[in-house]
């Protein structure tokens, strides 16, 4: 089966000196039930179209493209990340006219709570809410982070682009109860030392993200780093499982035997 693509994205914000992510679980009912994970989805026809035809990034499709080493389409990674944000989490990270990102504290809150919730009934598209306020994706400060496929074997595969952005000073999280049922902000040696004692449960790329994050004192030391490099540099990861001595063992590109 061919993987289909998806984005997801880590929001972080700085704790003094220590860097915190959004974590959410999701429901029972849902994909990846009741794992820990960070907001995303499928990339979709509209988020394609959406990209190849306006400019509602600050660059266009074949710069984004070639930012992340695909032949075209690019940008319709980063339009999806931003929307599964925005129905997932309720943060909203695009920019205005005016090159700020929307203050939930103004009085134009209930406005965006609106556009959500006929977004999450399919009564708008994100494409309408950008083009009606003027809104655009700023995609040099949502940066490409890693590059994860499904193993071969599984019944549902997908192609995934994680992406890192800080979270916006004035908005708030509010998962949407349906397919995200719980949030918490928490650091990567945290969440990672929770997994090892069983509190929360995470697949491997989420786990691996983590361990990405670790090392890093500063969201602006991160965000530098990741934005300094090349396309080359964020190879995919390809998990490959082989049998030894009875014992299923997971491989990734780099192990000895992959």
């Known amino acids: 089966m061919e993987p289909s693509p998806a984005s997801t994205i880590l929001l972080l914000r700085q704790k003094q000196d220590v860097i915190e992510v959004l974590m959410a ?15 995303g989805g499928k990339v979709d026809q509209d988020d394609i179209s959406f ?3 306006s ?11 070639n930012r992340i080493n695909v032949d075209s389409g690019g940008s319709s990674f980063w339009i999806a990340a931003v929307r599964e ?23 134009k809150k209930e406005r965006y709570i609106d556009y959500r919730n006929q977004l999450l009934r399919k009564k708008v598209s994100f494409k ?16 490409p982070f890693a590059h994860w496929i499904t193993p ?10 994680f992406f890192i952005t800080r979270m916006p000073e004035n908005q708030d999280i509010n998962h949407d109860g349906n397919e995200l049922i719980e949030n918490i902000w928490i650091s990567p040696q945290s969440a990672l030392q929770k997994v090892q004692e069983g509190k929360m ?13 670790m090392g890093f004192e500063s ?27 009875g014992q299923w063992k997971e491989l990734l590109p780099g192990d000895e035997g992959y």
């Open 85 to 107: 944000c925005f129905e997932e989490v309720g943060v909203l990270l695009t920019h205005n006219s005016e090159d700020k990102l929307p203050n939930f504290k103004e009085n």
């Open 25 to 39: 679980k999701r429901s029972h009912k849902t994909d990846f039930a009741s794992l820990y994970v960070f907001p």
């Open 55 to 65: 400019t509602v990034c600050d660059l266009n499709d074949g710069q984004l493209s």
């Open 201 to 213: 449960q995470m697949i491997l790329p989420t786990i691996k993200c983590l361990e990405q994050l």
């Open 128 to 143: 309408q809410i950008c083009e009606k306020e003027n809104f655009f994706i700023k995609s040099t400060e949502i940066v």
């Open 219 to 245: 969201i602006d030391n991160l965000m530098a780093h990741y934005q300094s490099l090349d396309a080359k540099d964020i190879q995919p990861n390809l998990p490959k499982f082989v049998k030894k001595d």
């Open 152 to 161: 071969e074997f599984a019944t549902r595969r997908y192609d995934t682009r």
């Open 51 to 53: 990209g190849v035809e």
